[in-house]
């Protein structure tokens, strides 16, 4: 291998880069390229798969009028200026986990989860330390004679179970018994309860039927609600073992996870939905005068809430392929809620938050509309980047049980200031005529996902990401074939065309990845990872993941240059790349240590750079600098 000492040697296109001292070696990359496909073939996309576990609690598994020792018209009076204080008891199960998952549940997951909620919700202040009220073998009866506490019938169950947790004597009250048309009363001895506390959350890791269902990560719900208001004062969460992930490009799906799942306990649930309050603390939806409780719904097996929290509202000709259909959606219509909307989708005339119309019994009508919302936090399955917006609080304030700091929302920028179209179309009808005007039709996209993988950005740049279109084996349900045609796609075939995420109705929209090495690791695509930097013998497009990185376009693919061989990558479309911004020179991209300045929207940066006796040569696109400068980071 005897290097190639002159110019002339060196032929085509490549004379003109010999290497870095001159010579042209016979080093070759073809070997490397080979290896690079056969290990990142497969792309791993975040669908349906990590859905949530939340089923709404049966009435039985529901104790309501747990006593905190005032009247209603007392705490009605109160403002809701305590911070909330979540009680924790960890299940003795827990130590049954391997220690590595215990460690991570127990000091890092559950704490942080909770602080979360803990400094962004407020509650009313209570007077009595919660004592939870214990099952009964048979029913419950309360006296009118205005004895707070509900009596057990027969007797008090054996024990009392919050989920799959069974509650420590220490936190119940004492068993109370009473006869039906007797003054029979008998009250055991209770436990102390838990002071300085507002909920208590019981967490556990058992492997119930319910994990091995849609593979929950995790699930939660409320179990015991106080008397005055209807707040829920205790819950549980309890994590899979086999899901819980310890691997460091899992841990941001693993909290969003969990600060999901205690919010359907503290109160995002369609079972409470009829017991929510306006800001009085009048109810929303009637109560029966016998059981002062809403009306049960047999057939939804919830309890049935008024109009003014969701209400159906029907939208005709909803264009779906070879269609105008009419389609009647549930939404969530609360008055925060309806503000915080309008506010986002910048629609004034917009009714409510749509909620999930699909999924099992605690997916649908539990969680934002996965087409509207697609990673507010609050949607029923893990695509990307899950954020609590403001919309999610703006619900928990409508609770009438809480207040919310807005202060610790995070950014929803999808769908933000897309209009009334965005929000009250199909996507199909958002596509047509956003193309039609000659607009993109982000946050939707109409790629098929093909191999060579073509990639591209997310909506907030910060992962390297595809669109999720993919062919599906059978017909889609007409109401959700979203397309009328699509390039080279054979015009009969494409009602076999749909996103990936059957939630958001199979719309299309560009997603981060993992890309998925053949012995079975991961590699992710969030531009601020520094471990998804990938070797440098196959970082064909010079990309850099870490701290001030963000995904850029490439104008065409990337080539390789080295004497008499060229290799052209047939993967690209986008990378993340280091960049600053700075008042003097606006957007600069960094690529191998060497500065690009963007001028405008669209300019193209024609990078050539030798690393390793190769050149490198390929081209960024700048994106606007409002996009990326001005909005997501500072200086
Ligand atoms: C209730 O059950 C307990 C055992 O769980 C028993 O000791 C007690 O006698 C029962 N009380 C009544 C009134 O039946
Ligand atoms: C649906 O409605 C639009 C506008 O109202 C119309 O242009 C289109 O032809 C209709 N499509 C079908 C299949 O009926
Ligand atoms: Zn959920």
Redesign the pocket.
Known sequence: MAPLTTPTECRGTMHWYQGNNGHCSHKSLISDVILYFLIYTSVMLQADTHSCGHIVPKPREVVHNVHLGEPAHVVKRRSLDQQLRIHLVYDSGLSNLPQEKETLVKDVLIPTAVSYWERTLQVRRTAHPVKLLRSCQSDYIRFKDGDPYPYCVRNCSEVTKCGPVIVPERYLEACRIARIGSKYKKVGYGGPGVTNADFVLFVSATHEERCTVGSAVAYAAYCQLEGALDRPVAGYVNLCPNDISTEPHNLHQMHATLKHEILHALGFSSGLYAFFRDPHGEPYTQRSPSTGKPDFNSETELYQWSDKVVREVTRY?W?VR???ITRTFSLLVTPRVVEEVRKHFACPTLEGAELENQGTLGTALTHWEKRVFENEAMTGSFTQHPVISRITLALMEDTGWYRANYAYAEELTWGRGLGCDFVKLSCLEWMQTRAASGAPIYPFCDRVRSSPIRTECSPNLDSVAVCNLVEYHTELPSMYQNFRELPFVDPKEVSHYGGLVQLADYCPFVQAFNWQKEDSGERGTKCSVHQNNADPEINFALEHYGDNSMCFLHHTAWSLHHCDTTRDITHWGSGCYMYRCSVVDGLVVIVSGKEYYCHHRGQILEVHSIQNDWLHQGSIVCPSCHDTCEVSLPL
Do not use: K, L, Q, T
């Open positions: 000709n264009r070879g269609a105008n």
